[in-house]
């Protein structure tokens, strides 16, 4: 090892304590990353590797490992309307909820972004719905898009709607609207904090020259924040696709779940693929380990395709306009600082999710 | 001494400093674009996301302090504008469920949440000052590997790992929600990030020439000079493991986490709905006040995060 070299080279023999210091120096950083790799192999690593046996086999919760049966679980799973309907479901849902929820937080980040007074208090208030539990969240959204809550009577007496039902649990589509929103009101104030913190690195000396230039407010905003801000953009809709596309939570919980709901509607309006994957697995009739597992590579699949999709397709979008004169980042670019941008940025993203998701 | 351990310190960039700022609780100056005070139309606009932020749990609570004949005599509106004492015979009711013990609960997610917060922290903080201040061969490669795990969705793993803690006969207990919780990839990333800047190679130099062994280094110069980071990460990890559904809802049966308690509610008070949405606000009730406590923190984190992106 280098530490060696760089030690002075005495011919006197070397003490215990020295050699105790040197054993020290080599072997604790590998020491202090141990518990994390090894914890991590085991239910990290592991289980990643496990799902291939597991999707291979017929493989029940209660009788536990079957006959290997190759790939019958992945084609059984494809040949599921039900498997397809959840995946629609769950792209319907996340569009509905994050097209919204990026305007909006665009929007408010841009408003939090002046001299306010109570700065502090502002953003904090943004924050309350991502610290409310989903599944709280979902519940009371529930009870709000439901026959006796405060939005059916009146779209009633507009005449919008004649079923005496709630609609929002019987159209499918008026069901992802309503779970959607569920999404909108968890991560817009959240993400309006992280464009917040990417538009205050914006150099005040741009929005002079453009107001010397006669830009007005809105001409501003997309010639000069939006450009600015390109990476944390990328960042917000890379969090968005990962964690919109995960959604169970909601839709669980959305006609109050309990013992025998949760399915997703009674026509499987609002079933998610996550819903779908756990009724699956863990629902009340089914006990199929073996095709949840494969559900769950084919959707991990999906997942990381339109990520990657959406990904490039943000990159390419936003640098049309922002190509030809970059504003100087200031303080902006620490994605190409250190480590190499693109998988940090990804990662950052699904760890991000991670972390709210399944809680590992 | 010891020259060859210590990594050249490049690229202290403002982005870096910005975050480190933001993660101690002192967030980048705000300069307004022209200085001047916006006016009341901005405050209108803020107001009015501030009231429907706070609207879904304002209105749990109204619900809770009614009985079902009024909320289903209010339709189209709120059963009512202001709490009442319903509110709190209701919580009370809450307690006393058979079904559940809300206790129960509530003492099991915090052991999960405390044990999953303090645990991340401590390996992530561990790990982080080795991949950011020591050298040693393999390290590049290692730290690509934590990266690389990052972008792996996280629900392939969801069947297996459940059929590990069949094998353990963990089903049924926190040791299912606390162990594979132990450590998250994502701490890693983040406390490496930030001790590559926050610790100055100078100071563990110094311990060094002092004759304080690796880990008395780690312990009394790396862990003070990552505590707001650390903050940071605790709180979110708190956050991310108090709220969590899913994973409970796979590997718990009658124990409960305090998310698991709110489809119990609805199988319990099924004909109360205001019961139910008592419950529901006291449920919701505790990261409420964890948001008062920690707010400027959690903000700081938010906006520190994104300037990394």
Do not use: C
Not at chain 1, 221 to 241: E, H, W
Not at chain 2, 197 to 202: D, F, Q, R, S, V
Request: no cysteine; hydrophobic share 50%; proline share 5%.
């Amino acid at each position: 090892m280098a530490l060696t070299s760089a030690l002075p080279r005495t011919p006197r023999r070397i003490g215990w304590g020295q050699r105790l210091s040197r054993w020290d120096v080599k072997v604790s950083p590998y020491l202090y990353i141990s518990p994390f790799f090894l914890l991590f192999a085991v239910f990290g690593i592991f289980p990643l590797l496990f799902n291939v046996v597991v999707a291979l086999h017929d493989w029940h919760r209660r009788a536990g490992m079957g006959d290997f049966v190759g790939l019958d679980n992945f084609a059984w799973v494809l040949q599921q309307p039900l498997f397809w309907r959840s995946l629609e479901n769950t792209i319907s849902i996340f569009l509905l909820g994050g097209v919204p929820q990026l305007v909006l937080a665009l929007i408010i980040a841009a408003i939090l972004d002046q001299n306010l007074r109570a700065r502090t208090f502002w953003r904090m208030s943004v924050l309350i719905p991502f610290v409310v539990m989903p599944v709280a969240t979902s519940m009371i959204f529930g009870q709000v898009f439901g026959q006796f809550g405060i939005l059916v009577p009146n779209l009633h007496a507009l005449g919008l709607f004649t079923d005496s039902s709630s609609p929002f649990f019987q159209d499918r589509f008026l069901s992802h609207v309503a779970i959607g929103s569920m999404v909108v009101f968890r991560w817009t104030g959240y993400n309006a904090l992280i464009l917040l913190a990417a538009m205050q690195a914006v150099p005040r000396e741009l929005y002079e020259a453009a107001t010397v230039d006669g830009a007005g407010r809105a001409r501003q905003f997309f010639s000069v924040t939006i450009p600015s801000i390109r990476p944390t953009l990328i960042f917000v809709i890379l969090t968005m696709t990962i964690g919109g596309l995960e959604i169970f939570d909601e839709a669980r919980l959305f006609d109050g779940g309990g013992t025998g709901g949760g399915q997703g509607g009674t026509d499987n309006q609002w079933t998610t693929v996550m819903l779908y994957l756990f009724n699956l697995g863990f629902g009340q009739w089914q006990d199929r380990l073996g095709q949840a597992a494969a559900v769950g590579w084919i959707f991990a699949f999906i997942i990381l395709v339109i990520s990657l999709l959406n990904f490039s397709l943000t990159r390419r979008i936003s640098s049309t306009d922002a190509a030809p004169r970059r504003p100087r980042r200031r303080s902006r670019s620490a994605s190409t600082a250190g480590q190499p941008g693109t998988p940090s940025v990804i990662a950052h993203e699904v760890a991000d999710d991670a972390m709210e998701g399944a809680g590992r | 001494m010891n020259t060859a351990l210590i990594e050249n310190t490049a690229g202290r960039g403002a982005a870096r400093y910005a975050a480190r700022r933001a993660a101690r609780g002192r967030p980048i100056a705000s300069h307004a674009p022209s200085g001047r005070r916006p006016g009341l139309v901005t405050y209108g606009i803020l107001a009015l996301v501030f009231l429907l932020s706070v609207f879904p749990l304002y209105a749990a609570a109204m619900y809770g302090s009614s009985t079902t004949t009024e909320i289903t005599r209010a339709v189209g509106n709120l059963p009512r504008w202001l709490p009442t004492v319903r509110l709190w015979e209701n919580f009370g009711q809450v307690f006393a469920s058979e079904q559940f013990s809300i206790w129960l609960a509530f003492g099991n997610s915090l052991l999960v949440a405390v044990a999953v917060s303090a645990s991340v922290v401590f390996f992530s903080t561990l790990a982080g000052f080795s991949f950011a201040k020591l050298r040693f061969p393999g390290r590049q490669a290692l730290y690509v590997a934590v990266l690389v795990t990052l972008i792996i969705p996280a629900q392939v793993g969801t069947i297996p790992l459940f059929v590990m803690m069949n094998d353990f006969g963990w089903i049924d207990s926190v040791l299912a929600l606390i162990v594979p919780g132990l450590v998250g990839a994502f701490g890693v990333f983040w406390m490496t990030q930030y001790l590559q800047e926050a610790l100055p190679y100078e100071l563990i130099e110094a311990a060094r020439v002092d004759g304080a062994s690796m880990f008395r280094t780690f312990w009394s110069i790396a862990m003070p000079a990552a505590r707001p980071a650390a903050a940071t990460l605790a709180l979110f990890t708190f956050i991310g493991s108090w709220n969590s559904f899913f994973w409970p809802s796979v590997v718990m049966r009658s124990q409960l986490t305090m998310p698991l308690v709110v489809p119990q509610l609805r199988g319990a008070f099924t004909s109360d709905t205001g019961l139910v949405m008592a419950g529901v606000f006291l449920v919701a009730l505790p990261l409420l006040l964890v948001l008062v406590l920690a707010g400027r923190h959690l903000v700081a984190g938010v906006m520190a995060g994104a300037v990394k992106g």
